[in-house]
């Protein structure tokens, strides 16, 4: 299994230096750019990797990288190309957040520090790196923050001990309802923060509005890894109903839609579940609220206007029922139907 980890670099001291090497990557990349600029404007061959790493071969001194860094630029500018079925791509500015790509053999860890290129970067070393370095890169976020970035071929992860089923129900006013009737709540950090955020875009400070948007997302992600980690533990089976929230975002429910994250959370639980070994499914979640688990019967709450509704009454089999949790007992069954088909 390959996993990336990221940690903070004490850029207090060596930002300038870092600043510099991804200008040095900037030209790197335009310097492409422009050769395929020409190769479109005289109506010849594109360039391919190959070309633009014999292109670019000897350049690496001058520019202070290491001859790799310059290599990995050229691939990631084909497979981008290639990516967005571009003939072009966008020029890298100085407005660009920096981005330096490197081999394993073009770094060496040691401890907290970092050697790249003659120089030393020292970072904050939350964790221990679990194995080799393959490869990696520094990189910029949106507040101008340098981080270096491991790809590290990580050891299996144990597979589950869980034996749980669990179906879940993906909501607004709870994040997600299991099956078993827990309730995971949505954490409304953004909506709790949005009047600050919106103060300080008012008042003209871009710089804290982004530092603390970048906070919230922090802050998301974090509680969305920790709760799909312990579900992935516990269960053998995760159903998940494949509520579409980019459809949802263009209604007025986008906020706490986005809030909620349930994108992200999806793809976590579908990596963790790969990764354990847990059986992942997703299923179509149409009428889920409105059938009675226990009888089947329909009669539940409808559309937007039964939102509001949280318990009903089966009419056919008189079962009282939380509708989220109701909706969740749905899902699973769905899950284990499809399971039996195949
Ligand atoms: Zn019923």
């Not at 980890?5 to 335009?30: E, H, M, P």
């Not at 009888?295 to 009454?313: M, N, Q, S, Y």
């Not at 749905?330 to 039996?340: M, V």
Request: aromatic share 8%; glycine share 8%.
């Amino acid at each position: 299994m390959i996993r990336t980890f990221q940690y903070r670099i004490k850029d207090s001291t060596c930002g300038a230096q870092l600043n510099k090497l991804a200008l040095a990557c900037n030209q790197v990349w335009n310097f492409c750019n422009e050769s395929q600029e020409h190769a479109l404007r005289w109506d010849q061959q594109w360039p391919t990797y190959q070309d633009l790493c014999k292109l670019t071969t000897g350049s690496s001194k001058e520019l202070g990288l290491h001859s790799q860094t310059v290599q990995a630029v050229c691939e990631q500018y084909e497979t981008r190309r290639k990516q967005f079925k571009k003939r072009k791509l966008r020029w890298r500015g100085k407005r660009s957040p920096g981005w330096i790509p490197f081999k394993a053999s073009g770094v060496k860890v040691v401890d907290d520090t970092v050697r790249y290129a003659g120089h030393t970067f020292r970072f904050w070393k939350s964790r221990e790196l679990p194995g080799p370095v393959k490869c990696g890169s520094f990189s910029q976020d949106s507040r101008k923050r340098w981080y270096v970035n491991f790809v590290v071929e990580m050891p299996e992860a144990e597979a589950t001990t869980g034996t749980k089923h669990i179906g879940i129900d993906l909501g607004l006013k709870t994040l997600a309802t299991c099956s078993d009737g827990r309730k995971i709540e949505a954490p409304r950090w953004y909506r709790n923060q949005q009047r600050r955020i919106a103060e300080h875009q008012r008042k003209k400070r871009s710089r804290q509005a982004r530092n603390l948007q970048a906070k919230i997302a922090n802050r998301r992600k974090d509680f969305l890894h920790k709760e799909s980690d312990r579900l992935t533990k516990e269960c053998e089976l995760i159903v998940v109903g494949d509520v579409c929230s980019s459809k949802l975002t263009k209604t007025n429910m986008a906020k706490s839609v986005n809030d909620a994250g349930w994108a992200m959370f999806k793809t976590l639980l579908s990596y963790k579940a790969i990764a354990r070994k847990v059986v992942y499914r997703e299923v179509s979640e149409k009428l889920s609220t409105q059938t009675c688990s226990g009888c089947g019967a329909i009669g539940g709450p409808k559309g937007r206007e039964g939102l509001g509704i949280r318990e009903w009454v089966c009419g056919e089999c008189n079962v009282v029922h939380d509708r989220d949790v109701n909706a969740a007992l749905n899902i699973l069954r769905l899950g284990h139907q499809s399971l039996a088909l195949k």
